[in-house]
């Protein structure tokens, strides 16, 4: 846990502000964020159907914790501590299906629980075995989307985002399909709090996305729906096709849900001014084969990752916007159009301060 006290006068910023240059840059925001956001809150970690199968492991990062991901046999979803207990080698390093967990290095092997099962040459009477099971953490599926908290007494997901469940049912996010291979990720030169404000919102479609999204998906009809510290919706018009809704799940997820499919971002900090940006998609089950999925899948991320899209955009300015945090300036005020981006500010303060973010707000309809 973090040394640094909840009232640090580095800690203190104004949510309706931009935050200060020494949020992006500072290791003293860094060791209380790992403590009180990374590893006390929730942290959107894959999708359901990258533990599809019995015996599907999947090795995930929450903070600065190795974790493994796994289905077990009675097909439920489960969080262990993915370091032996023995010696604290790494155990699954790339994702698998297996029936048990072995050590690569001493074949200390354990079940789907994280209950020890074997050790070779164990002294005779040796009775230490229940002290050597690998932690389990909390983890929860929401609608197709998994999260992991290393703090047992987080609250349940379906209380996190229940204000804004009324603003998705039409969009029907339990029938899509998530294929893991349409999944990337990359490193940005930035603090990971820039990648998340920056895939919030969208002010800066109409400068950065000029000749990408611009076009298709204009500043001018973006709007606020509803939201708060805990969760957010805007949305937004499409030339052409549906409205879109913008899904903000701090710390770390962003999605962008419409009649066609669904195209997420997730961002987990590295290092201070170093971030892993991780992007995927799904489409609704209706597909004629999950290969025709994949297939379609696979082309929309390898196209976001193109020179001609948007992503490489959004990487080329939070780089830069890091890279000009080398001083100190004055943080401007949140405009409405970039409501979210208090929203977020809202959050920090929640978990870095201890403070009350305001309520739930819905933006009335005339003002849209």
């Not at 964020?33 to 006390?40: D, G, N």
């Not at 796994?70 to 080698?89: D, F, M, Y």
């Not at 699954?92 to 200390?108: D, G, K, L």
Request: net charge negative.
């Amino acid at each position: 846990m973090s040394s640094v006290p909840s009232n640090s006068p580095r800690l203190n910023f104004d949510p309706e502000r931009a935050l200060p240059a020494i949020a992006y840059r500072d290791s003293e925001w860094m060791a209380a964020e790992m403590a009180r956001i990374w590893h006390s809150d929730w942290v959107f970690a894959t999708t359901d159907d990258a533990l599809a199968s019995v015996g599907d492991q999947v090795p995930v990062v929450v903070g600065e914790e190795q974790v493994l991901l796994l289905r077990n046999k009675q097909q439920e979803l489960v969080a262990l501590s993915n370091l032996c207990a023995h010696r604290g080698t790494l155990l699954v390093e790339e994702p698998t299906n297996a029936t048990r967990i072995q050590c690569p290095y001493h074949a200390w092997t354990y079940d789907d629980g994280g209950r020890l099962m074997g050790v070779p040459f164990a002294p005779r009477n040796w009775s230490d075995r229940t002290a050597h099971f690998l932690p389990k953490y909390r983890v929860e599926s929401w609608h197709g989307l998994v999260f992991v908290s290393l703090n047992l007494d987080v609250e349940p997901l379906t209380e996190r985002f229940a204000s804004i469940e009324p603003y998705l049912t039409e969009y029907g996010l339990d029938n899509l399909v998530h294929d893991a291979r349409s999944q990337n990720s990359e490193i940005w030169e930035c603090n990971w709090k820039l990648s998340m404000q920056n895939a919030m919102e969208s002010y800066h479609l109409f400068k950065v996305h000029a000749k990408t999204l611009e076009p298709v998906a204009p500043t001018k009809d973006s709007y606020y729906i509803a939201g708060s510290a805990k969760a957010t919706i805007t949305g937004g018009s499409t030339r052409g096709q549906s409205d879109y809704r913008l899904l903000g799940l701090p710390p770390n997820f962003v999605g962008v849900i419409s009649k066609d499919g669904f195209f997420w971002l997730a961002v987990h900090p590295k290092e201070v001014g170093q971030c892993a940006v991780s992007t995927g998609a799904a489409i609704g089950r209706q597909q004629e084969s999950l290969g025709r999925v994949g297939n379609w899948l696979s082309q929309v991320v390898e196209s976001l990752y193109s020179q001609a899209d948007f992503l490489p955009e959004d990487k080329t300015i939070c780089e830069r916007v890091q890279r000009g945090f080398t001083g100190n300036f004055t943080p401007g005020r949140i405009f409405p159009i970039e409501r979210v981006v208090a929203d977020f500010g809202h959050y920090l303060n929640w978990r870095l301060n201890e403070v009350n973010p305001p309520l739930f707000y819905t933006e009335p309809t005339s003002s849209r």
